[in-house]
C-alpha cells in the first residue's frame, strides 16, 4: 500500500508548491479534501488522521491546532510553519546540517521545516562554529535578499497587483525581533542573537543570504581558505547531499551570486569570499526560497521519513 500523505493548506503558496513537485509520483498516494469542506474541522481531522505523513502549510495558530487534531493518530507530521522550529521533540529538517541529522529525520515522528531565511546562514555558519573556527559569541550580523513569494499569497498579490510600481528593494525586520532569530541562533551554534536584516525584491522567487565577518577581533584569525576548508570538509562527507561549496576563489563579482539561479530546484550553492590582509569574510548561500528554502525541503524530509530516494 502506498503511503498517504495529507498537505493540509494545500493551497498556500508553500502547499501549492508540495503539490506540484508531488504531481506524477507513483510511489505514494496524496489525498486532498474537497474544496467545499476545506474549513471544517471534522473533514480535517478524519484526513489528518488517515494521512501517514500530514504536511502542514498553515499559520503557526492553525499548524498548532493540526497537530492537536492528530492526537494519538501516529501520523508522522513535517511542520512548514515557525511553529515548532525550536520547539522540544521535534526534529530539524535541515539533513545536511550535521552527519546524522538525516537519519534523525528519517526516524522522526515530528519534523519542522526549516524557514528559508535561517537555513543559508545556518549552513555557513554551523560548521565554522561547532570546529571552534568562530566562538558561539561572537557577534554576527546576516543580510540578503529574497524574492517576494517568501511573504506568502497576501504579498504575492500586493506585488503583482502593484505591477511596475512594486519596490525593487524593501529591507524589512527593522526592528530587529525578526520571527527566525530564535531558529537561525540555536541552530547555527550561536549563544547570542544575530542581527538579522533581510529585503525582498521585486522577484517572485529565489535568494541570496550573505554573513559578514570581522575577524580582527579573534584570537587566532582565521584566513579564507581556512573558513573555506571547513564548511567544504561538513558537506564533503554527506550523502545525497544538495548542499554544494563553490571553489574558493579571489574574484570582485560572479554571475553565481543571481538569487534566481537555482529557482525550482532543491539546490543549494555556498561561497566564502575573504581578505586576508583585511582580516575579512563572507559567507554566501544561493538557493531558492520556494526550493531549499520550503517545499523542496518539505519533500526531501518526506522523502527521508518513508525511506525513499529520488
Not at 179 to 205: I, N, T, W
Not at 213 to 238: F, R, S
Request: aromatic fraction near 6%; glycine fraction near 10%.
Amino acid at each position: 500500500m502506498k503511503p498517504k500523505i495529507f498537505i493540509d493548506g494545500e493551497h498556500g503558496t508553500t502547499g501549492l508548491q508540495i503539490r506540484s513537485r508531488l504531481a506524477g509520483r507513483d510511489d505514494i498516494e496524496v489525498i486532498s479534501i474537497p474544496v467545499e469542506r476545506r474549513k471544517d474541522t471534522a473533514a480535517r481531522t478524519d484526513f489528518l488522521r488517515a494521512a501517514d505523513i500530514a504536511i502542514l502549510c498553515l499559520p503557526d495558530d492553525a499548524a498548532k491546532e493540526s497537530v492537536a487534531l492528530i492526537g494519538d493518530a501516529g501520523t508522522r507530521v513535517i511542520d512548514a510553519s515557525t511553529a515548532h522550529r525550536v520547539a522540544k521533540g521535534w526534529t530539524y529538517g535541515f539533513p545536511e546540517m550535521d552527519r546524522e541529522q538525516a537519519k534523525k529525520i528519517a526516524g522522526a515522528k515530528l519534523v519542522a521545516n526549516p524557514g528559508c531565511w535561517p537555513q543559508g546562514p545556518i549552513a555557513t555558519l554551523r560548521p565554522l562554529v561547532t570546529s571552534g573556527i568562530i566562538p558561539a559569541g561572537f557577534p554576527i550580523t546576516m543580510n540578503g535578499i529574497s524574492g517576494y513569494s517568501g511573504g506568502g499569497r497576501q504579498m504575492v498579490e500586493d506585488y503583482e497587483a502593484k505591477g511596475d510600481d512594486a519596490p525593487e528593494y524593501l529591507p524589512y525586520g527593522l526592528t530587529f525581533q525578526h520571527k527566525h532569530v530564535p531558529e537561525f541562533r540555536l541552530y547555527a551554534g550561536l549563544s547570542r542573537d544575530p542581527l538579522m536584516q533581510p529585503v525582498v525584491g521585486d522577484f517572485a522567487q529565489g535568494m541570496v543570504t550573505m554573513v559578514p565577518l570581522q575577524l580582527a577581533a579573534l584570537n587566532h584569525v582565521p584566513t579564507g581558505a581556512e573558513l573555506h576548508a571547513a564548511i567544504a570538509d561538513h558537506y564533503a562527507g554527506l550523502e545525497e547531499s544538495v548542499v554544494e561549496v563553490a571553489p574558493y576563489a579571489a574574484v570582485e563579482r560572479t554571475p553565481e551570486l543571481d538569487p534566481q539561479s537555482y529557482n525550482n530546484t532543491n539546490r543549494m550553492r555556498l561561497h566564502v569570499f575573504a581578505n586576508d590582509k583585511k582580516a575579512q569574510a563572507l559567507l554566501v548561500a544561493v538557493y531558492d526560497n520556494l526550493g531549499k528554502g520550503a517545499s523542496g525541503a518539505a519533500v526531501q524530509n518526506m522523502d527521508l521519513m518513508l525511506g525513499l530516494k529520488h
